[in-house]
């Protein structure tokens, strides 16, 4: 038996309730008495053997099940209409077997996933970015009430609509709630796991945005202290850039003016531009004070924990930025790109299965909400679909059914969102600081993260974002409607054809009384004649 550990602790023990729910029902195939021992992630073959079981007893449940819902109805429907029913009925259990198929193809990825997010937790709490573990254990509790609320209500309510008698052989109806809750299950791993990365893609922002506002809080107070320029121009953040670097380089110049003999060898040589200094203190140099403010000893009260490092003691000073900042920077843009790393391969674990997911959500949507429309207006509806005659029942499934949908791809939205806001911050972060150093550096990592591209996809046919969510819903309308059109077109027509042949029949029966009056005059005729 082969294994591979994980010390990632203070996640896995947030998802700890999930993860034994996964394991006993089988939807990971990961090793259960190592994780209660240990809490790792290990390998296991007989954890192999539990989903392959559980996959075929489920399945033929489901069927058996289904079977006994429908009974002898099957070909009292059209041919069409079973074939449609079948396919969203039997999506179920063909949805969960992918899902735990794929779960014992991707549990070394699984595993390290947790490895690599726990390397980043020990990166950040290196820096002071601290991360709260127990939001993902209250977002896993939440999620499984829900599933366990709509599957409740779905199943009780038609097993007591459409079951007459209480027995053994339609008591294995509440069978089919286990494959729609197994993947819903599934569902769970994939937000928790997307989520656990933008967690640490806001921590890293609202760190850097935290450092951002203690700086300023402190500059606010330095400028009560000074005197204000009168020839001060209001600069944007560009503009702030530019007049930053020019000017400082311009006084470096004034300090150390170039000799005759040098200025006209320069234009035959070329110049070297010297690379930045790490033990170089670009703070050294005071601002210009006012002889009339007063000064305190100590750090200003009410800014972050964060800047509390880069602010000095005496408001007379400038901030202490030096390596500290560009250490911290750095490690930022490399924690950013292990995070995009990450989220590339839960997409590539999860992209079939958000496949099959986004296709059964729209079949299974449009279907139910064609037949509660038959249901509401009266026709026959279905033995397949006979739920839809309840408006309830079939209200309740179809949010059930989005929510599978919608929720997986605003969190894939928020999550790619999230990590393009990192530049954002950074640059924010230098343009607080103000300094020509820091202008390049940030410059040069914004670059860099432009480079860290995160994106979830459904097997590449499409972004999970909200275009995609707009284009599903906009799907659903328009076969709807067109499904609509159609009835209203064979219910007119049909209509049409029993006019006709009701006309026809009276018609006939006209002709024949007046035949038969007819007959009957001539015969009174010839008498009398």
């Not at 390596?323 to 990450?342: A, F, G, N, V, Y």
Request: charged share 15%; with cysteine; aromatic share 10%.
């Amino acid at each position: 038996m082969s294994g591979v550990s994980n010390g990632g602790g203070g996640m896995l023990e947030a998802l700890r309730g999930l993860f034994y729910v996964s394991a006993i029902f089988g939807v990971i195939p990961l090793s259960l008495r190592m994780f209660f021992k240990r809490r790792v992630l290990q390998l296991s073959i007989s954890g192999n053997v539990w989903v392959v079981c559980n996959i075929i007893v489920y399945s033929a449940l489901y069927h058996v099940a289904t079977t006994n819902y429908i009974k002898d109805d099957w070909g009292s429907q059209k041919t069409l209409t079973n074939a449609i029913g079948i396919f969203i009925i039997y999506m179920e259990p063909l949805m969960m077997g992918i899902d735990m198929i794929f779960g014992m193809i991707n549990q070394r990825r699984l595993i390290e996933c947790f490895e690599r997010l726990h390397r980043v937790d020990t990166k950040l709490a290196g820096e002071g970015i601290p991360l709260n573990n127990q939001q993902l254990k209250r977002i896993t509790v939440l999620l499984g009430l829900l599933v366990l609320l709509f599957e409740m209500v779905i199943t009780v309510y038609s097993f007591v609509e459409f079951e007459q008698d209480f027995t053994f052989s339609s008591s294995i109806w509440f069978i089919t709630t286990i494959p729609t809750a197994l993947n819903s299950v599934c569902r769970i791993w994939f937000i928790i796991l997307v989520h656990a990365i933008r967690q640490r893609f806001n921590a890293m922002n609202g760190h850097m945005n935290e450092i951002a506002q203690g700086l300023q809080e402190f500059k606010d107070q330095q400028q009560g202290h000074q005197e204000s320029d009168p020839y001060e121009v209001p600069l944007d953040y560009l503009e702030r850039e530019i007049f930053t670097v020019y000017t400082q380089r311009k006084a470096q110049f004034a300090v150390t003016p170039p000799k005759k003999q040098k200025q006209k060898q320069a234009s035959a040589k070329i110049i070297q531009v010297k690379p930045y200094e790490a033990g170089t203190k670009l703070s050294s140099t005071p601002l210009r004070r006012n002889s009339n403010a007063i000064f305190p000893t100590s750090k200003a009260d009410g800014i972050g924990a964060a800047a509390q490092q880069f602010l000095p003691t005496d408001i007379r000073q400038r901030p202490k930025i030096d390596q500290r900042m560009d250490s911290k920077l750095i490690l930022i843009c490399r924690t950013h790109d292990e995070l995009c790393e990450i989220g590339k391969i839960v997409n590539r674990m999860y992209s079939v299965q958000m496949l099959v997911a986004m296709a059964h959500g729209f079949v299974a949507i449009t279907a139910q909400l064609y037949f509660l429309y038959c249901g509401l207006t009266g026709q026959e509806v279905p033995i397949l679909f006979r739920s839809a005659q309840i408006v309830l029942l079939s209200l309740t499934y179809v949010c059930y059914t989005a929510l599978k949908c919608v929720v997986p791809i605003f969190v894939c939205w928020k999550t790619k969102t999230d990590s393009r806001r990192t530049g954002i911050e950074m640059h924010y972060l230098a343009n607080v600081i103000d300094e020509s150093h820091y202008y390049e550096v940030v410059n040069h990592l914004s670059l860099k993260l432009l480079n860290h591209h995160l994106n979830f996809s459904a097997c590449g046919f499409f972004d999970l974002d909200m275009t995609t969510l707009y284009a599903i819903t906009g799907a659903v309308t328009s076969y709807l409607i067109i499904l609509i059109q159609f009835n209203l077109a064979a219910i007119q027509k049909s209509t049409g054809n029993a006019t006709l042949t009701t006309n026809a029949s009276t018609s006939t029966t006209a002709l024949a009384l007046i035949d038969g009056v007819s007959t009957a005059l001539t015969t009174y005729s010839s008498r009398n004649l």
